[in-house]
Structures are given as structure tokens and as C-alpha cells.
């Protein structure tokens, strides 16, 4: 079961998509919570979900990890098809690194076993090599000094942006990052926005989802905006922020300036 | 009882004790800030009834004492002390009981305890697996498994259900009159052991059911996400949160579990109880019960305060981090 002969478009260059979206539907019971999306990622490319709480945008990532099953529509990773049958979900999953708003580091593990449990039980790794590269990833996010503490003693910034380096250190060829800022207190918030800058800036590709709405603005390359389920309107920051094309993008710019955040 | 004197070490955590009578929040008498609701400088979790130090300490004492005078006073002043004294804590008959004497027709209680401990341990062992496996059948999702989870419900709630007793007396009685090779002449023991696991792991896979309902599903979304297997996800993420979660609990049943082996001598096996009673019909004498009560203390009292130590062991291992 080698990954490349699954996903052999994986180690094609840089102008290749990573993700396409075609028709998504996803319903829980009697709410549809995903109207038919469609959406595209390419390498390299950052793109920030916005929209209000309930909007769909956690679900859409979810579902991007196969995390949820879908009801209809199709999920392909390097073109090839990730939500139909013969799939082996544990191969796709790592290719497609997720990082949720509360964490979920394992409390019963060191910092450092958090990071190489997934390299040495899903991918084989070496256990010596898994730590080498678990020390060096903590070490380029700060992290150096915490590799033997339990999660229960660091800060919430602290949880998160291991939880990140969990999630790189499978060497995933998209991040998806589910509010990841959401749970922290505000003064805890720029540290993680710091990291994923950084992660832009090395190109890694990224679909976003966020309620930093400068944040956004900085770092995507593309701004798509949900709204009960339905992505509204996608374009680049710029055009998104200040002239906003759709009646709804409008009218969500306008609560969040109203409340100032943005 | 209140042995942790302000400002003195925890004796196991080693770590500045909390002010007696003091509230959580406030700087304690070692100086350590400990956040309010932290109950982590004494190392067992949170110490009711505290309060007054040094002079509660003496009065705790002096009150035991009195008590327990009192109560030695009742037992050696009763009208018929000297009878039960002479019918349940002879000296020489419970040393004669505990070493045994075949040419008098009794067995050693002392030798007969072994086969509780062996009985414990086997059962121990397989309750553990197959208490297991049933909670993990009761907590699959799979519409595959709905066959297995109605079965498995029924046999828990039909062991938990029926006495222990009766179930031994089906087993050890049962099987050896169906008359099959094998299933059939097996000794006693190994009829208990099965009583005993039949109707303990009912009790323990509900035990482990809690536990695995105490991990909260985003750490299953965490480990899958990570491309971890779902076996793989059971074993390093799910399990050892669940087990850790339910040591107390479980050690409080294998506890049980231990003493319910002298329940097996109604099937005639010379385990501790069974050769206590025989004693006491040869000499009319029940000293012989008081040894095996002594023996099966012996055995409990070590599991219980082992299990006191693992959880504080747990507890100490999390802390190391905030010192470091």
C-alpha cells in the first residue's frame, strides 16, 4: 500500500490542484448543513473560510478529512477521488493534516509522543528518526523546551501550535485549520497566527478556516465566504474586503466592521 | 488524620503540603501559587474535612484511642467473652489450622490460600479480556455488530443479574454431569474460575464501558485524522485514557473478585474457607475462620493500597511538567 501509487499526482510540480470539491452535500438528520459546494485548492495556495458560526465551514473541512461521510457530491486529492468506494481513508488522511479549535492533543502523552505517534504507527517511521524530526519541527515553532511536558501544562497557545506540529510532522501536502484561534485567549492568539504565517511563507497549501478577519486579509490567497451552506462568494482578499460583489458578503463585512473586527 | 502539617513536604509528592484549613488560590505555607480548585499539591485529590492542625491531630488521636478502649472494654466485659474468645481466637487452634494435620482429617488454611490466589489471578486475567471484548462489542457503532451487541447485552444483564453462588453451583455442578471429554473432568477449581469470570466480566466490562465513554470523541477525530487505525486509534489513544480513567473502580472490583474465591468451596475445592469449615466441624472450634479472615486481609490490604499508589503515581507523573 504505498502512498505514491495511491496518489501518484503527489510528487507532480507545484501547478497541480490539491483538492477539488465538486457538488458537496452534507446533511445531519433534517439539516442540510452543505448546499452543493464547490471549491478548488491548488498548490501553494492559502484560502480562508469566513462566515458566520453554523456557517458550514468546519463541516466542509471535516468532510475535506474525511472525518464525515458525505451525502453527495465528490472530494478528490490530486484528481483522483477520495469519497468513493476502495478508498483507504487511513492513506488519504496523511495527505490531508487537520488541526481542530480545541486541540485535541492526547493528555496522556508527552508533547514529543503526541508528535511521533503518527509517523512511527501509520507511516513506519523509525522511532529515533521520528524524534529527531518531531525535535527539529518543535524546535523551529518554539516548542524546544516543552518536548517532555504533558498538555495539561501548557498553554492553550502552547496546545495549538503543537497541535500543528503534529499534524506537519506527517508531512501532509494540505493543512486544513478548523478555527484554530477560536479557543484561545486574545493575548495567545498571535503566536499561532505567527506559525501559520510562517507555514504560508514555506508554501504550504492551506484551506483556513477563520473568524481573523486581518488575518485573512494578509495572508490568502483567496477569501471564499459561506453562508447556510452555500459558498457565496470567492475571491482574492482585496476584492472580497472591499468591494464585495454578493448582496450577503455585504451585509456579513458589515456586522463584522460594525463590531469591529475588521 | 491530618498527618500534613502546614508547610510541610508531601510525603509522597514530595512537594510543599496545602496550608491546613486554608484555601486553594492563596499562596500555601511552601510557597507554592497553586491555582484555585488545584487539589495537586497533595498529590491525592481533594482533602475534605481539613482543618485545625497540630491540636486536631491530638484530639483525632485521643478520640480513636477512647473508642477503641470502649470497644475492647464491651468485647472482654460481655457476659459470654470468654467462650467466644476460647471458639474464635484461640491461639492454639488457629496455629493448628493454619499449618493443618491430614492424620486428624483437616487441612492447612495457610496451604489452602494458594488456591484463592491462583484462582484470583487466572480469573483476574481472563475477566480483563473478556470484559474487554464485550464492552468493545456494546460500544461498536457497526450495524454488522447489532447481532453481537444484542448478545452481549443479554449476557450482561442475565450475570449481573444472577448470584454469584448460583452460577458457581450451575458450573461446578453442571458441567461435570453432562459427561463430555474434557469439558466434564476438569478439576473443582478451574469450574470456579469460570463461575467467577462468567459473572465478574459482566460487572467489568460495564466498568470499562464508563471508562471508554470518559474519552470524549474529538480525541477519536484527532487520532483518525492523523491517519492513525481504528485498532491503532483503541490502543495507544482511546484504551489507555479509558483504563486510566477506571483504575480506582476496577481494583475496587478485582478487590471483590479476590475474597469471592472462597465462594468456590461449595463446590467441595480446598481453598481457605472451605478448609477453615473443615476444621471447625473436626474440632468445633472456628478459630480456623479468624485465620483465613487474617489470610484474605493480607491479600486485600496490599491490592488496595497499590491501588492508592498508582493513582497518585499518575497524578505525580502529570505534575513533573510544572516543575521542570
Given at each position: 500500500?504505498?502512498d505514491s501509487?495511491?496518489?501518484?499526482?503527489?510528487r507532480?510540480?507545484?501547478?497541480?490542484?490539491?483538492?477539488?470539491?465538486?457538488?458537496?452535500?452534507?446533511?445531519f438528520?433534517?439539516?442540510?448543513?452543505?448546499k452543493?459546494?464547490?471549491?478548488t485548492?491548488?498548490?501553494?495556495?492559502?484560502i480562508?473560510?469566513?462566515?458566520?458560526?453554523?456557517?458550514?465551514?468546519s463541516?466542509?473541512?471535516?468532510?475535506?478529512?474525511?472525518?464525515?461521510?458525505i451525502?453527495?457530491?465528490?472530494?478528490?486529492?490530486?484528481?483522483?477521488?477520495?469519497?468513493?468506494?476502495g478508498?483507504?481513508?487511513?492513506?488519504?488522511?496523511?495527505?490531508?493534516?487537520?488541526?481542530?479549535?480545541?486541540?485535541?492533543?492526547?493528555p496522556?502523552?508527552?508533547?514529543?509522543?503526541?508528535?511521533?505517534?503518527?509517523?512511527i504507527?501509520?507511516?513506519?517511521?523509525?522511532?529515533?528518526?521520528?524524534?529527531?524530526?518531531?525535535?527539529?519541527?518543535?524546535?523551529?515553532?518554539?516548542?524546544?523546551?516543552?518536548?517532555?511536558?504533558?498538555?495539561?501544562?501548557?498553554?492553550?497557545?502552547?496546545?495549538?501550535?503543537?497541535?500543528?506540529?503534529?499534524?506537519?510532522?506527517?508531512?501532509?501536502?494540505?493543512?486544513?485549520l478548523?478555527?484554530?484561534t477560536?479557543?484561545?485567549?486574545?493575548?495567545l492568539?498571535?503566536e499561532?497566527?505567527?506559525?501559520?504565517?510562517e507555514?504560508?511563507?514555506?508554501?504550504m497549501?492551506?484551506?483556513?478556516?477563520?473568524?481573523?478577519?486581518?488575518?485573512?486579509?494578509?495572508?490568502a490567497?483567496?477569501?471564499?465566504?459561506?453562508?447556510?451552506?452555500?459558498?457565496?462568494?470567492?475571491?482574492?482578499?482585496?476584492?472580497?474586503?472591499?468591494?464585495?460583489?454578493?448582496?450577503?458578503?455585504?451585509?456579513?463585512?458589515?456586522?463584522?466592521?460594525?463590531?469591529?473586527?475588521? | 488524620?491530618?498527618?500534613?502539617?502546614?508547610?510541610?513536604?508531601?510525603p509522597?509528592?514530595?512537594?510543599p503540603?496545602?496550608?491546613?484549613?486554608?484555601?486553594?488560590?492563596?499562596?500555601?505555607?511552601?510557597?507554592?501559587?497553586m491555582?484555585?480548585?488545584?487539589f495537586?499539591?497533595?498529590?491525592?485529590?481533594?482533602k475534605?474535612f481539613?482543618?485545625?492542625?497540630?491540636?486536631?491531630?491530638?484530639?483525632?488521636?485521643?478520640?480513636?484511642?477512647?473508642?477503641?478502649?470502649?470497644?475492647?472494654?464491651?468485647?472482654?466485659?460481655?457476659?459470654?467473652?470468654k467462650?467466644v474468645?476460647?471458639?474464635?481466637?484461640?491461639?492454639?487452634d488457629?496455629?493448628?489450622?493454619?499449618?493443618?494435620?491430614?492424620?486428624?482429617?483437616?487441612?492447612?488454611?495457610?496451604?489452602a490460600?494458594?488456591l484463592?490466589?491462583?484462582?484470583?489471578?487466572?480469573?483476574?486475567?481472563?475477566?480483563?479480556?473478556?470484559?474487554?471484548?464485550?464492552?468493545?462489542?456494546?460500544?461498536?457503532?457497526?450495524?454488522?455488530?447489532?447481532?453481537?451487541?444484542?448478545?452481549?447485552?443479554?449476557?450482561?444483564?442475565?450475570?449481573?443479574?444472577?448470584?454469584?453462588?448460583l452460577?458457581?453451583?450451575?458450573?461446578?455442578?453442571g458441567?461435570p454431569?453432562?459427561?463430555?471429554?474434557?469439558?466434564?473432568t476438569?478439576p473443582?477449581?478451574?469450574?470456579?474460575?469460570?463461575?467467577?469470570?462468567?459473572?465478574?466480566?459482566?460487572?467489568?466490562?460495564?466498568?470499562?464501558?464508563?471508562?471508554?465513554?470518559?474519552?470524549?470523541?474529538?480525541?477519536?477525530?484527532?487520532?483518525?485524522?492523523?491517519?492513525?487505525?481504528?485498532?491503532?486509534?483503541?490502543?495507544?489513544v482511546?484504551?489507555?485514557?479509558?483504563?486510566?480513567?477506571i483504575?480506582?473502580?476496577?481494583?475496587?472490583?478485582?478487590?471483590s473478585?479476590?475474597?469471592?474465591?472462597?465462594?468456590?468451596?461449595?463446590?467441595?475445592?480446598?481453598?481457605?474457607?472451605?478448609?477453615?469449615?473443615i476444621?471447625?466441624?473436626?474440632?468445633?472450634?472456628?478459630?480456623s475462620?479468624?485465620?483465613?479472615?487474617?489470610?484474605?486481609?493480607?491479600?486485600?490490604?496490599p491490592?488496595?493500597r497499590?491501588?492508592?499508589?498508582?493513582i497518585?503515581?499518575?497524578?505525580?507523573?502529570?505534575?513533573?511538567?510544572?516543575?521542570r
Open positions: 500500500m504505498s501509487a495511491q496518489f501518484p499526482a503527489a507532480q510540480g507545484p501547478a497541480g490542484q490539491v483538492i477539488a470539491i465538486e457538488g458537496l452535500h452534507k446533511s438528520g433534517p439539516d442540510e448543513v452543505l452543493g459546494i464547490n471549491l485548492v491548488a498548490a501553494h495556495e492559502v480562508c473560510l469566513i462566515g458566520a458560526s453554523g456557517s458550514g465551514k463541516t466542509l473541512l471535516r468532510c475535506t478529512n474525511l472525518l464525515e461521510p451525502d453527495a457530491g465528490r472530494i478528490s486529492l490530486f484528481g483522483q477521488e477520495i469519497t468513493g468506494g478508498i483507504d481513508q487511513n492513506v488519504v488522511r496523511r495527505h490531508v493534516g487537520i488541526v481542530f479549535q480545541s486541540f485535541n492533543l492526547f496522556h502523552m508527552t508533547v514529543l509522543r503526541n508528535v511521533t505517534l503518527a509517523p504507527k501509520a507511516l513506519g517511521t523509525p522511532k529515533a528518526e521520528a524524534e529527531a524530526e518531531a525535535r527539529a519541527l518543535l524546535g523551529r515553532f518554539g516548542l524546544a523546551e516543552k518536548e517532555s511536558d504533558y498538555p495539561d501544562r501548557l498553554s492553550g497557545g502552547q496546545q495549538q501550535r503543537v497541535a500543528i506540529v503534529r499534524a506537519l510532522a506527517m508531512h501532509p501536502q494540505i493543512m486544513l478548523d478555527e484554530v477560536s479557543a484561545l485567549d486574545p493575548e492568539v498571535a499561532v497566527l505567527e506559525v501559520i504565517s507555514l504560508a511563507r514555506g508554501g497549501t492551506m484551506l483556513i478556516a477563520t473568524h481573523e478577519m486581518g488575518f485573512a486579509r494578509d495572508i490567497s483567496r477569501v471564499c465566504f459561506l453562508e447556510d451552506g452555500i459558498l457565496v462568494e470567492d475571491a482574492p482578499p482585496a476584492e472580497l474586503f472591499s468591494s464585495p460583489r454578493d448582496e450577503r458578503t455585504k451585509r456579513f463585512l458589515r456586522r463584522i466592521i460594525a463590531a469591529g473586527r475588521l | 488524620m491530618d498527618d500534613n502539617q502546614p508547610g510541610q513536604a508531601d509522597v509528592t514530595g512537594l503540603g496545602p496550608g491546613s484549613g486554608r484555601i486553594a488560590g492563596d499562596r500555601t505555607a511552601g510557597g507554592a501559587w491555582p484555585p480548585g488545584s495537586a499539591s497533595s498529590g491525592r485529590g481533594p475534605l481539613t482543618g485545625g492542625g497540630r491540636r486536631a491531630t491530638a484530639v483525632s488521636t485521643i478520640s480513636t484511642l477512647l473508642v477503641l478502649a470502649a470497644l475492647a472494654a464491651i468485647f472482654l466485659l460481655a457476659p459470654g467473652s467462650q474468645r476460647h471458639t474464635f481466637f484461640d491461639p492454639q488457629m496455629w493448628q489450622s493454619f499449618i493443618g494435620n491430614p492424620r486428624k482429617g483437616y487441612y492447612s488454611v495457610g496451604a490460600i494458594w484463592n490466589i491462583r484462582m484470583f489471578l487466572a480469573a483476574e486475567i481472563l475477566i480483563l479480556i473478556l470484559a474487554l471484548l464485550l464492552a468493545l462489542v456494546r460500544q461498536s457503532a457497526s450495524p454488522a455488530l447489532f447481532p453481537l451487541r444484542v448478545l452481549a447485552m443479554i449476557y450482561v444483564d442475565f450475570f449481573r443479574g444472577v448470584p454469584l453462588l452460577v458457581i453451583y450451575a458450573v461446578g455442578f458441567l454431569a453432562l459427561r463430555l471429554t474434557f469439558v466434564s476438569q473443582l477449581a478451574v469450574y470456579g474460575v469460570v463461575a467467577l469470570v462468567l459473572s465478574y466480566s459482566a460487572y467489568v466490562s460495564e466498568v470499562y464501558r464508563a471508562g471508554l465513554n470518559s474519552v470524549h470523541q474529538s480525541q477519536v477525530s484527532a487520532a483518525r485524522s492523523l491517519g492513525l487505525s481504528q485498532l491503532t486509534a483503541l490502543c495507544y482511546i484504551l489507555p485514557q479509558a483504563v486510566r480513567n483504575v480506582p473502580p476496577l481494583l475496587n472490583d478485582f478487590i473478585l479476590q475474597k469471592d474465591t472462597a465462594l468456590v468451596g461449595v463446590l467441595g475445592a480446598i481453598e481457605a474457607n472451605q478448609a477453615a469449615q476444621y471447625a466441624s473436626t474440632t468445633f472450634n472456628y478459630s475462620f479468624t485465620v483465613a479472615a487474617i489470610l484474605f486481609l493480607i491479600l486485600t490490604i491490592l488496595a497499590f491501588t492508592d499508589r498508582l497518585a503515581r499518575d497524578r505525580r507523573r502529570r505534575l513533573a511538567g510544572a516543575t
